[in-house]
C-alpha cells in the first residue's frame, strides 16, 4: 500500500530562518515523489519532483530510499513561502497512477 | 498559461439530491482525475480517467459516483444521491501526455450537502 507521512500539522519559522518539511513514505516499489504547495486561495501546484532533482524557489529535496524520506528543505524562508505543502507520491509508471498525499504542512514564515 | 477550470465553485444541495460537477483540463492533456478533501482532511484520490475509460479507482468512488466526458473538453463526476458526508472540496486535474504523473489542478468545487 502507498502512504505519505507528514508529521507537522504545521512549521513556524522566522524569516530567513532554514526550513525543513518532513516527509516518509512507505511503498513497496519504486515511487516517484513530489511535493505540491497551495498559497493562499491558490490551486495546488506542482513545487517539485524528484526525479527532476531541481531547486524551485530555493527550495529542495532528496529522496533518500534508504529512510524512505523525500523531505523539503530551504536554507532561508522568505514570507512568501508561507503556504500548505503537500508531500505526494505516485506507485509505478502505468497510465492513471493515483497521486497519494500527505496531510499536508501549513508553513508560517514569521517577519 | 492553459489551466483547469472547475464550475460552480461552489454547489450547495440538499441530501439525496444529484450532483454534476464540471471541469475543463488543459486541452492537450489525456489523462484526468477527480480528487476530494474533506475540511481539515487530505487530498483523497478518487479516480482516473484515461481513453473514456476509467483507469484507477479509489474505494470512495462507489456507485454513487460517476465519470463522463460528454464531449471533446469537458470532464464531470457526478454524485447520484449526495449524504451529508459528501461535503467537501473536489479538485480535478489533468496530466500531459510527456509527463502523465504530473498533475496540474482545478481551483476545485466546494460542494456543501445539507
Known amino acids: 500500500a502507498q502512504r505519505v507521512t507528514q508529521p507537522e500539522k504545521l512549521l513556524s519559522v522566522f524569516k530567513g530562518a532554514p526550513v525543513e518539511l518532513k516527509c516518509n513514505y512507505s511503498?513497496?516499489?519504486?515511487?516517484?515523489l513530489f511535493w505540491y504547495v497551495q498559497y493562499s486561495r491558490q490551486r495546488l501546484q506542482l513545487l517539485l519532483r524528484h526525479i527532476s532533482r531541481e531547486s524551485i524557489k530555493g527550495f529542495t529535496a532528496d529522496l533518500n530510499k534508504g529512510e524512505t524520506s523525500f523531505h523539503l528543505k530551504k536554507p532561508f524562508a522568505q514570507e512568501e513561502d508561507s503556504a500548505m505543502y503537500y508531500c505526494?507520491?505516485?506507485?509505478?509508471?502505468?497510465?492513471?497512477?493515483?497521486?497519494?498525499f500527505g496531510a499536508g504542512t501549513i508553513l508560517r514564515v514569521k517577519s | 498559461e492553459p489551466e483547469v477550470t472547475q464550475t460552480p465553485s461552489h454547489q450547495v444541495t440538499q441530501m439525496g439530491q444529484e450532483v454534476i460537477l464540471r471541469c475543463v483540463p488543459i486541452s492537450n492533456h489525456l489523462y484526468f482525475y477527480w480528487y476530494r478533501q474533506i475540511l481539515g482532511q487530505k487530498v483523497e484520490f478518487l479516480v482516473s480517467f484515461y481513453n473514456n475509460e476509467i483507469s484507477e479507482k479509489s474505494e470512495i468512488f462507489d456507485d454513487q459516483f460517476s465519470v463522463e466526458r460528454p464531449d471533446g473538453s469537458n470532464f464531470t463526476l457526478k454524485i447520484r444521491s449526495t449524504k451529508l458526508e459528501d461535503s467537501a472540496m473536489y479538485f480535478c486535474a489533468s496530466s500531459p501526455p510527456i509527463a502523465h504523473n504530473e498533475r496540474f489542478f482545478g481551483p476545485g468545487t466546494r460542494l456543501t450537502v445539507l
Open positions: 505526494a507520491l505516485s506507485g509505478g509508471t502505468g497510465y492513471g497512477n493515483k497521486l497519494v
Open positions: 511503498y513497496s516499489g519504486s515511487p516517484e
